[in-house]
Antibody, heavy 116, light 107 residues
Framework: EVQLVESGGGLVQPGESLRLSCAAS????????MSWVRQAPGKGLEWVAN????????NYVDSVEGRFTISRDNAKNSLALQMNSLRAEDTALYYC?????????WGQGTLVTVSS | DIQMTQSPSSLSASVGDRVTITCRAS??????LNWYQQKPGKAPNLLIY???SLQGGVPSRFSGSGSGTDFTLTISSLQPEDFATYYC?????????FGQGTKVEIK
């Protein structure tokens, strides 16, 4: 069974940093693109970033480019999202998702709140 | 980036109704279009991929059509468990974008 478990969310002030992690199990992690998708409270889904199987290609939504960094450790079956210079508009539930496009498997999400 | 626009933003329908949701891309995306269903407090569920292919385990009352810039999700006979929010998403380029969502409510 595919399992994706996010952690690392919390309350931070504007301008601060946070690192999200996703522990993957139940599939061959190194064979899949991985993605982060977020959802602000009461709002729609927003694709944030994705990373190729070997980490050689990374893509970001314009609003986080230069502030967020996606990475992976295939030896540890883990995905990460380093979020710097956080803004109020980054407040959202962040989902770890298996795949680069067809999002079949999702984690339960970790909540990031950016507020002073 | 490719923009995805759904219509309507919300709709009210009754059990048994035929429901149609439209998604328009800002440029041609061939058939690179997925549809998701999301219920409150839950992660989204992939319904349709490649514009018209039904994901395994999804009831046959769901169908998708379209190519290029215009796409449609149809629920042939709305069931109580179908009241949810539906999103389209393109997979044409590496920067995936979702539509803003369509909330299907009970009339």
């Amino acid at each position: 069974e595919v399992q994706l478990v996010e952690s690392g969310g919390g309350l931070v002030q504007p301008g601060e940093s946070l690192r999200l992690s996703c522990a993957a199990s139940g599939f061959t992690f190194s064979s899949y693109w991985m993605s982060w998708v977020r959802q602000a409270p009461g709002k729609g889904l927003e694709w944030v970033a994705n990373i190729k199987q070997d980490g050689s290609e990374k893509n970001y939504v314009d609003s986080v480019e230069g502030r967020f960094t996606i990475s992976r450790d295939n030896a540890k079956n883990s995905l990460a999202l380093q979020m710097n210079s956080l803004r109020a508009e980054d407040t959202a539930l962040y989902y770890c998702v298996r795949g680069g496009g067809n999002f079949v498997s999702w984690g339960q999400g970790t909540l990031v709140t950016v507020s002073s | 980036d490719i923009q995805m626009t759904q219509s309507p933003s919300s709709l009210s329908a009754s059990v048994g109704d035929r429901v149609t949701i439209t998604c328009r891309a800002s440029q041609s995306i061939s058939s690179s279009l997925n549809w998701y269903q999301q219920k409150p407090g839950k992660a989204p569920n992939l319904l349709i991929y490649a514009a018209s292919s039904l994901q395994g385990g999804v009831p046959s009352r769901f169908s998708g059509s379209g190519s290029g810039t215009d796409f449609t999700l149809t629920i042939s006979s709305l069931q109580p468990e179908d009241f949810a929010t539906y999103y389209c998403q393109h997979t044409y380029s590496t920067r995936r974008t979702f539509g803003q969502g369509t909330k299907v409510e009970i009339k």
